[in-house]
């Protein structure tokens, strides 16, 4: 308003109560001069049915799509999904037991075991020479799980009544064999 030679703020805007014009304006309502009617009366009017201004007020406004709930659904029900599935898969691998991980060994003796090696080794020739110098009962605990390590002098011996399994309650014995080693630092 200053650029327009006029001293003082007309506008003034009040917090948290709105715009005012300032007490010295006086506002007066103005009538249309005659050239702003003479130039509306020559503008032609096209007449409008009451139906057909209602047909096209209705057709010109587009329904709201929902595909804006159909497509957040679609996520949330993927990812969901997509949390039993890892849920699911991180529950199994916890319970997975590192006994059903033993590979079976076929040792031709007399004994009715059923004997099982450490699947991390690729030789099981200590496993059956162990076998075949150790007496096993296998009347009552048959399942022996062997864990053997070349280099090593120690044996780990898991017997148990059936198949070691981790959905239920294993009857199981466990021995430890430890060979001398004659150059064993003391």
């Known amino acids: 308003f200053k650029e327009l030679g006029m001293e003082g703020d007309i506008i003034i805007t009040q917090p948290r109560v709105g715009v005012r014009l300032d007490a010295t304006i006086s506002v007066m309502e103005a009538e249309p001069c005659e050239m702003?009617?003479?130039?509306?009366?020559?503008?032609?009017?096209?007449?409008?049915?009451?139906p057909v201004h209602e047909e096209v007020a209705a057709a010109s406004l587009p329904e709201k799509?929902?595909?804006?709930?159909?497509?957040?659904?679609?996520?949330?029900l993927a990812a969901l999904l997509s949390c039993l599935i890892g849920g699911f898969v991180a529950w199994q691998t916890e319970f997975e037991s590192y006994l059903?991980?033993?590979?079976?060994?076929?040792?031709?003796?007399?004994q009715q075991c059923h004997f099982f090696a450490n699947n991390d080794v690729v030789d099981h020739v200590r496993h059956v020479n162990f076998i075949k110098r150790s007496?096993?009962?296998?009347d009552e605990y048959?399942?022996?799980?062997?864990?053997?390590?070349?280099?090593?002098?120690?044996?780990?011996?898991?017997?148990?009544?059936?198949?070691?399994?981790?959905w239920r309650d294993n009857q199981c014995l466990t021995k430890y064999y430890i060979k001398e080693v004659a150059n064993a630092p003391a």
């Open 36 to 50: 702003e009617q003479a130039l509306a009366a020559e503008k032609p009017r096209m007449p409008v049915d009451g």
């Open 65 to 76: 799509k929902r595909l804006r709930p159909r497509c957040s659904l679609l996520w949330g």
């Open 100 to 110: 059903q991980s033993y590979s079976p060994i076929i040792a031709k003796l007399s």
């Open 135 to 138: 007496k096993f009962e296998c």
């Open 142 to 166: 048959s399942w022996v799980y062997l864990t053997l390590y070349p280099g090593q002098a120690r044996v780990s011996v898991i017997r148990c009544r059936q198949p070691f399994s981790q």
